[in-house]
């Protein structure tokens, strides 16, 4: 790791909110539902995909639970009034998992349901350690109604990802497969960053031997290639897998995976609670500071 990016990961939760928005604007539509459908359409006029996320975390109240489902609600009528090729993206814990589970699934039911009668489709985000057998139990019950219409991530950092994909193969499948970004114990998650790509590569052949969708969501070309490497293997048709990258990381990339003839879609975060999704991923991924930076500075290297 760089010095910049060290220090970047450093001290990022400390840095005042307008710096950190300076760095995160690229990677945010706005704070609008206007915004994130702008946003969409223009990377549908670049053959592009998109999976639409109101941004909103650590809810304490059943009312915001329900005020960030009803925006869920909002967002499928929007893609759907507005032609744009996009689906949506959820977390658990804003639809109150973490509150009560049945109040959270019943909830994500409807959420989904409205989904399958616009004919679209619904991921469930995977969160800390302490959500998983939670939203793995979710997404079996709203598999069994809707198997067409809803998907759900997988980490390749967790050392329990390969045992769940085998635990979940006897249904019809449709997982985004990521790393992880959460600061779990090494009891429960690998620590290196060679072993946990070494994973991601296990994990993915798993999904695809067992007929499942995979979404690759990575920025690191390492994983690309080996994508690109199971998808030949296999033999896999377009329609069989996409490619899945954050808004803003790593253009030239997405352009070249595009070009090459792969679904790709961008995961497209909008709401008023930026802020903590982006000191998280600037944490997480401190090069997006440092590309920020070459723009403003006009350099081509830092």
Same mark, same amino acid.
């Given at each position: ?42 990377? @549908?006029? $670049?053959?592009?995909? *998109?999976?639409?996320?109101? /941004? #909103?975390? =650590?809810?304490?109240?059943?009312? %915001? ?41 019943? @909830?994500? $039911?409807?959420?989904? *349901?409205?989904?399958?009668? /616009? #004919?679209? =489709?619904?991921?469930?985000?995977? %969160? ?175």
């Amino acid at each position: 790791m760089s010095i910049f990016n060290y220090m970047v990961s450093k001290t990022i939760m400390h840095v005042p909110g307008p710096i950190v928005g300076f760095f995160a604007k690229g990677y945010i539509a706005g704070e609008t539902l206007d915004d994130a459908v702008r946003v969409t359409r223009d990377l @549908n006029n $670049r053959q592009m995909l *998109a999976t639409i996320d109101i /941004l #909103g975390e =650590f809810i304490k109240t059943k009312d %915001e639970a329900t005020f960030f489902k009803q925006q869920c609600l909002e967002i499928l009528e929007a893609i759907h009034r507005d032609k744009v090729d996009a689906n949506l993206s959820l977390k658990p814990t804003q639809m109150g998992l973490l509150l009560d589970e049945e109040f959270a699934f019943a @909830n994500i $039911r409807e959420i989904v *349901a409205k989904a399958a009668e /616009l #004919g679209n =489709f619904v991921r469930i985000d995977m %969160e800390d350690i302490a959500c998983t057998d939670a939203t793995l139990r979710l997404y079996r019950q709203m598999r069994e109604e809707f198997p067409a219409h809803v998907g759900l991530v997988l980490q390749s950092y967790l050392r329990r990802t390969g045992a769940d994909i085998e635990a979940l193969s006897d249904k019809p499948m449709n997982f985004r497969l990521c790393k992880g970004i959460y600061n779990e114990p090494r009891t429960a998650a690998y620590k290196d960053p060679f072993v946990i790509n070494r994973n991601y590569v296990q994990c993915m052949e798993k999904m695809l031997a067992v007929g499942a969708y995979v979404g690759f969501a990575t920025h690191d070309e390492k994983l690309v290639f080996e994508a690109l490497r199971v998808i030949e293997k296999y033999k896999l048709k377009p329609e069989q897998y996409e490619f899945q990258m954050l808004l803003g990381v790593d253009e030239e990339l997405r352009q070249i995976i595009v070009d090459a003839g792969h679904r790709l879609r961008v995961y497209v975060p909008f709401g008023a609670s930026w802020m903590p999704y982006s000191r998280r991923r600037l944490k997480e991924n401190p090069s997006i500071a440092q590309h920020a930076l070459r723009q403003m500075l006009g350099m081509k290297r830092f």
